[in-house]
């Protein structure tokens, strides 16, 4: 559904570009010139399309170029010097579960995508349909750099043409539909140049400093902790010196910049700026020591958690539900559970008598086993140890049957019916 509406936004900005481009010319343009090839018309509209047509292709490029992906089995050198990005929480290099890789530094995981991202710049960017990264970035930036120039140029040529059209009598000046392609040209680029200007500066000033927007969120982070002295100040390890972050993303060759290139190296490792003494055994970003450290380490029971607290979803032992199937109607702490239980199953690590009422669970921080309660059976065993004092109840011994007590029976029967025969009378 995702890919379907990024489709239709890329058809939309084409359809914009288009509008922009080719309206002007065909309906502000062409009939100011006199309908008719001139080289002063081809002056002015050569530069023009030669700029629309670079905006295009680099557009196109960037939209359906894959900004880069992690090689399949790559693994961080955990014993290089230059040091690698770790997860904040273990220290352990960072890993994409969804991946199943491990992501290199600078790298994160796009959704849409469904992949991790080389030198993530931003999100997933709907304009482009596609996440700019390692081997768009450049792309990208060309594209913003030719909107921009090719919108001031359009501006520039429909305002030329405005402002000569004012200067002559109103029965000289523009057309109806010239006119209204003239209200339609400004009402579409002028947004566009000034939404795509603001946007365009901040990218050339992250360009300027090799660092992306995600980047730049932790660098004001870490610019706040700095402020706070919570740290001492630290330098943004990727910025080597504006020229050559320009180089690592446009090229080597600086008159090649405005060509579409692959960028040098990987993606996979980046240079990082030369650093005196100690900075460089900084991470990045670094961390806020004032920030609770979670020294996380696998608990050793499954059925604790790991601050030692009692797990609320308690179930018995696996062996003791292999042994009661049945038991399962009421959970182990319920005093039914013993109901359920199966005096003949094979137990042999307790009393068989004791294990006849004990309903088991296994709970606590140390994985002790402790006996479910059984009321009735307290109150039996307490009567039974009160009943042994000597003297304190009479105790009710039945007797044995015996055979006269068959006669006596029959002589109730009789005696009965005996009753209800005067009953009757009466
Ligand atoms: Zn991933
Ligand atoms: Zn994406």
Redesign the pocket.
Known sequence: MQRILGRIVVGMTLFLIGFIAYSSQIFIIWPWYGRALSIPLLTLLVPFNTLVGLLLWNYWLCVTTNPGTVPDGWAPDTDALEGYEVKKLTGNPRYCRTCNKYKPPRAHH?K??KQC?LRMADH?CPWVN??VGFYNYGHFIRFLFFVDVACSYHTAMVTTRVLEAMDKPYYEGPETTEFIFIVLNYATCIPVLIMVGLFSLYHFYCLLGNSTTIEGWEKDKVATLIRRGKIREIKFPYNLGWERNIKAVLGPHPLMWCCPTIPPGTGLKFQLSDTEGIESQEQWPPRDPSAPLHDFRLSESPWTYNNGSVNPSLEPSNSARRRRPQAAAVPPYHPDYQEAYDSTSEDNDGDATMNRWMGRARRGSEGYEVQAIDREEILRQYVASRGADVGRYKRYVPQPPSESSSDGEETLAERIETWRAGEAIC
Do not use: Q
Request: charged share 0%.
């Open positions: 796009c849409t995508c991202v997933h596609n996440c």
